[in-house]
């Protein structure tokens, strides 16, 4: 799969210490095992001079104290408090400082945030998505760019999950309804 670097991004979704981390509160080695294909494709990226986003999930301790449904702390616990090493990225992926470091606060980067806006000043049209949860963020961040007419394009072996038919389904998901799916191997980046 060919992609242009100036209308690409590499979108890597919640790579953090509170999912990565062996001692963070939802860890998940299957999130772990993804971080060096993640590191080698950002890498990728950078030398063909490709866009580069990295999401963090922060929830300040209060947010879902008045929610009338939403409360993810019911779901998961506590997790990736604001201010917390839990909600840092995962030692292991580099920020630079032409990256884009996006918080979000719910499953989807898109809700509630600046990204739609940020992709489309900057001409941003194709998404390599990658990261983690498979079936929780990974998924409604890849619904949301294919229902705003970006094009998703989940990178298989670089998506980590809890368990491997979580990842199974969210990709045979995605592939069916909104994006596609493809091997980090197989995507090449012009000027690569």
């Avoid at 979108?11 to 772990?32: I, K, R, T, W």
């Avoid at 990178?155 to 999950?161: K, N, P, R, T």
Wanted: hydrophobic share 35%.
């Amino acid at each position: 799969m060919h992609l242009e670097p100036a209308n690409t991004a590499v979108v890597v979704v919640d790579m953090q210490n509170g999912f990565c981390h062996p001692e963070g509160s939802l860890y998940a080695p299957g999130s772990e095992s993804v971080i060096e294909p993640i590191a080698t494709l950002v890498d990728r990226a950078r030398e063909a001079d490709t866009q580069v986003i990295f999401t963090r999930d922060v929830h300040p301790p209060e947010q879902f104290e008045d929610t009338h449904y939403y409360d993810e702390f019911e779901q998961w616990g506590e997790h990736v408090l604001e201010g917390s090493w839990e909600a840092e990225i995962v030692d292991g992926l580099s920020v630079e400082d032409d990256d884009y470091v996006l918080e979000k606060h719910t499953y989807d980067a898109f809700y509630n945030t600046e990204l739609e806006g940020w992709l489309n000043a900057r001409g941003i049209h194709d998404l390599v998505i990658c990261g983690t949860l498979a079936n929780v963020c990974v998924l409604h961040t890849g619904g949301s760019a294919g229902l705003r007419d970006f094009r998703p394009i989940m990178v298989e072996d670089c998506i980590g999950s809890i368990e491997d038919d979580h990842k199974e389904y969210a990709l045979e998901h995605a592939d069916w309804l909104f994006g596609e799916v493809v091997e980090s191997e197989d995507l090449e980046f012009e000027g690569e």
